[in-house]
């Protein structure tokens, strides 16, 4: 999860639960404050509870772009694009040296 939300393909937050809309939204950890506001309704709300505990619960949420590829079936595609791009790459650099007279050798 920290390298996912390192790249931007999700964000941490806290749940919210809205009383008055019933609005089960989303709050980014940077927008959030000591008291719960719906964004739809502006009405008082609360951070969901882990196990209906004191403590808040962090939750995460896929960026739009990524949910959008899973609701389409493209992630594993998108995957595999970007470890073809680490792998040629990695190619460059390891021909690059070879030109420059070092060896790379695999651990």
């Known amino acids: 999860m920290e390298t996912a939300c390192a ?3 999700e ?8 009383d008055q809309c019933r609005l089960h939204g989303f709050i980014p ?3 959030t404050s000591g008291s719960a506001v719906c964004p739809a309704c502006f009405a008082s709300a ?5 196990n209906n505990k004191k403590a808040v619960e962090v939750v995460h ?6 949910d959008r590829a ?3 079936g493209l992630l594993p595609h998108l995957l595999v694009a970007h ?17 420059a007279g070092f060896k790379i050798v695999a651990s």
């Open 83 to 99: 470890r073809k791009n680490v792998v040629t790459r990695l190619a460059a650099v390891s021909k690059a040296l070879d030109r």
């Open 7 to 9: 790249q931007g393909w």
């Open 70 to 72: 899973v609701d389409d």
């Open 29 to 31: 950890l940077h927008a």
């Open 11 to 18: 964000a941490r937050g806290l749940g919210l639960d809205c």
């Open 61 to 66: 949420r896929l960026n739009a772009f990524i």
């Open 46 to 50: 609360l951070y969901q509870r882990e």
